[in-house]
């Protein structure tokens, strides 16, 4: 007897998107009896009360708590709701005042302002993680002590994972995102997407973690994030999201959910997405957008791509300039250089001709195609580098 296994694609294609197969997969409505913990549903998303959280795991349900989330954003509507989750409000309050600050003290200096996703009046503080350790770190210490970010955390990526912040003010009359999926290969564009098998397509959701923290009351309004709830479960949605029939659906179906402050939303970084247009009088609505990484995303060992690269440029420079062969150099360096631009420091390493800035490949390929010199390299890798680092505010 011969048994024959049915496989997926081994590449998805732009061209093979198709918006009824989206549709069939948003048309699944959730159901609060099969996730026990949740207290309600609301716009087809599930709600979780942080106490009724907390209880459960006080009564040593962690794991059973943990994997209902992990079923609620694979299998589920891909976002859940944390109502006060931040419970502390004097804490986000500190927290709050410490990010103006932040802002105000860039705005005076110059600095910030690199806004990779949006322009006008609205303002994004990066790397507000380590600002704030620095800038006071006993709040820090309070803020980012929360149980539930822990819980939602270690649920999704396990342990050793690694979290970055940064926040969002955005002021009335502040325009809407266009819809879309996230890091990493939401940050890529179709073509350079294509390149990745399909099994990478799958795996980069269970990378990272998205979720965001209300500072401020946000009414539908003041256009807190909208979502499409099952949009996570369209395989080939990372190629999908920039096309106009799958933006309009968007439009036309997505989901916004209210928040009070101290509220946390979490979601499948593979949900379809976008901030919603500020249409509100005189909300300048905070949130602290989080984004939780995987600890396996590293190499097993420590390498100096930049002392490494600088080592063999002359020889790449050398053997391009002698008529070897340019993909046999270029095998070369991607083993040397560092092929992806992140991670990076967003206050000072602009995006170019997308969403992300150049890699280190990026930068020694332009070098041996207009031919620098060793030391103009070399002085391009210490500026790349230095790009790379974070840098102090306060």
């Given at each position: 007897?011969?048994?024959?296994?049915?496989?997926?694609?081994?590449?998805?294609?732009?061209?093979?998107?198709?918006?009824?197969?989206?549709?069939?997969?948003?048309?699944?409505?959730?159901?609060?009896?099969?996730?026990?913990?949740?207290?309600?549903?609301?716009?087809?998303?599930?709600?979780?009360?942080?106490?009724?959280?907390?209880?459960?795991?006080?009564?040593?349900?962690?794991?059973?708590?943990?994997?209902?989330?992990?079923?609620?954003?694979?299998?589920?509507?891909?976002?859940?709701?944390?109502?006060?989750?931040?419970?502390?409000?004097?804490?986000?309050?500190?927290?709050?005042?410490?990010?103006?600050?932040?802002?105000?003290?860039?705005?005076?200096?110059?600095?910030?302002?690199?806004?990779?996703?949006?322009?006008?009046?609205?303002?994004?503080?990066?790397?507000?993680?380590?600002?704030?350790?620095?800038?006071?770190?006993?709040?820090?210490?309070?803020?980012?002590?929360?149980?539930?970010?822990?819980?939602?955390?270690?649920?999704?990526?396990?342990?050793?994972?690694?979290?970055?912040?940064?926040?969002?003010?955005?002021?009335?009359?502040?325009?809407?995102?266009?819809?879309?999926?996230?890091?990493?290969?939401?940050?890529?564009?179709?073509?350079?997407?294509?390149?990745?098998?399909?099994?990478?397509?799958?795996?980069?959701?269970?990378?990272?973690?998205?979720?965001?923290?209300?500072?401020?009351?946000?009414?539908?309004?003041?256009?807190?994030?909208?979502?499409?709830?099952?949009?996570?479960?369209?395989?080939?949605?990372?190629?999908?999201?920039?096309?106009?029939?799958?933006?309009?659906?968007?439009?036309?179906?997505?989901?916004?959910?209210?928040?009070?402050?101290?509220?946390?939303?979490?979601?499948?970084?593979?949900?379809?997405?976008?901030?919603?247009?500020?249409?509100?009088?005189?909300?300048?609505?905070?949130?602290?957008?989080?984004?939780?990484?995987?600890a396996f995303g590293r190499?097993?060992?420590?390498?100096?791509?930049?002392?490494?690269?600088?080592?063999?440029?002359?020889?790449?420079?050398?053997?391009?300039?002698?008529?070897?062969?340019?993909?046999?150099?270029?095998?070369?360096?991607?083993?040397?250089?560092?092929?992806?631009?992140?991670?990076?420091?967003?206050?000072?390493?602009?995006?170019?001709?997308?969403?992300?800035?150049?890699?280190?490949?990026?930068l020694v390929e332009q070098?041996?195609?207009?031919?620098?010199?060793?030391?103009?390299?070399?002085?391009?890798?210490?500026?790349?580098?230095?790009?790379?680092?974070?840098?102090?505010?306060?």
């Amino acid at each position: 007897m011969t048994v024959t296994t049915r496989r997926g694609p081994a590449r998805f294609r732009e061209r093979d998107c198709r918006l009824e197969d989206l549709v069939e997969l948003t048309r699944q409505r959730t159901d609060l009896a099969a996730y026990p913990c949740a207290t309600r549903i609301e716009q087809n998303v599930l709600v979780y009360e942080a106490a009724a959280l907390r209880q459960a795991v006080a009564a040593g349900a962690r794991e059973e708590v943990q994997d209902e989330l992990v079923r609620a954003l694979t299998e589920g509507p891909g976002v859940v709701a944390l109502s006060g989750a931040f419970d502390d409000a004097p804490v986000v309050d500190r927290a709050t005042a410490a990010y103006d600050e932040l802002i105000a003290t860039e705005k005076a200096t110059g600095a910030g302002g690199n806004d990779h996703f949006g322009t006008g009046a609205n303002d994004r503080l990066w790397n507000a993680l380590e600002k704030l350790a620095v800038l006071d770190p006993g709040t820090f210490v309070d803020y980012f002590g929360n149980d539930l970010l822990a819980l939602v955390s270690e649920a999704w990526l396990g342990p050793s994972f690694q979290v970055t912040s940064h926040i969002n003010v955005v002021r009335p009359g502040g325009l809407a995102q266009d819809p879309h999926r996230d890091y990493h290969l939401g940050f890529l564009s179709n073509a350079v997407a294509e390149t990745y098998p399909a099994h990478v397509h799958l795996l980069s959701p269970v990378l990272t973690l998205q979720g965001a923290v209300a500072h401020t009351d946000m009414p539908v309004e003041s256009g807190p994030t909208m979502y499409l709830p099952y949009s996570h479960q369209y395989a080939p949605g990372y190629l999908a999201w920039r096309l106009p029939e799958f933006r309009d659906h968007f439009g036309a179906h997505h989901v916004q959910l209210p928040l009070r402050k101290g509220d946390a939303v979490f979601f499948n970084p593979a949900l379809f997405h976008a901030a919603g247009n500020n249409v509100s009088a005189d909300v300048q609505r905070m949130a602290n957008l989080l984004q939780v990484s995987s600890a396996f995303g590293r190499t097993m060992e420590a390498v100096d791509r930049v002392r490494t690269t600088k080592a063999i440029y002359p020889v790449l420079r050398a053997r391009r300039r002698a008529g070897a062969d340019r993909r046999a150099v270029s095998r070369a360096l991607a083993c040397a250089a560092d092929g992806y631009p992140f991670p990076t420091n967003l206050d000072l390493d602009a995006n170019v001709g997308g969403l992300t800035p150049v890699s280190q490949v990026d930068l020694v390929e332009q070098a041996l195609d207009e031919d620098w010199s060793v030391d103009s390299t070399h002085a391009a890798l210490d500026a790349y580098a230095a790009r790379h680092q974070t840098r102090d505010v306060v």
